[in-house]
């Protein structure tokens, strides 16, 4: 809406856009998709997120692990994250962002924790099979061929290329 004033001059609001970007906290190279961040108003203009805040709307993701808002009126805003990605905990801070110009305000680097750590975690398996001794000459009896062990590995939250393999072991 443009409104002009008595001399004919036209007075266009200040409207500014935000983007996001969110990575891994452990690799920041790793952009994350499928989080959900909401805008809320800064209603007391405090610079974070109260319950009088109003919500203004949901930030698109316009490519991966990047997040954006467009064509907010000059005023001062605050980001949540309502849901992280899959496989990662939810960033529980807010962030402050004060549209004072025509631009694009940029948040970089929001960061999730893996659930995972992001690490390999280490794990062992035992596997015991008690197979009894022929009595006459002490060897180990198989009654039904050699016993093989099949472990199978399958996270689908996880992207490494050890997840999903199967292992045989005799």
Known sequence: ????????????????????????????????????????????????????????????????????????????????EIKAPDGYISDTKSYSVNITECKTYVVSNIKNTSLFGNKAKPVSITLTKRIPVNELNGDIWFPHGNPTFILRLKNTTQSSNDFGRTYYKS
């Open 1 to 80: 809406e443009v409104k002009t004033n008595e001399n004919g001059f036209a007075n266009e609001p200040i409207r500014g856009n935000i983007q996001l970007t969110k990575v891994d906290e452990d690799n920041h190279k790793q952009l994350l998709s499928n989080a959900h961040f909401v805008v809320y108003k800064d209603t007391n203009e405090n610079g974070s997120y109260d319950e009088a805040d109003v919500a203004i709307g949901s930030m698109t993701e316009s490519s991966k692990g990047i997040y954006t808002f467009d064509n907010l009126r000059y005023g001062k805003y605050v980001l949540r």
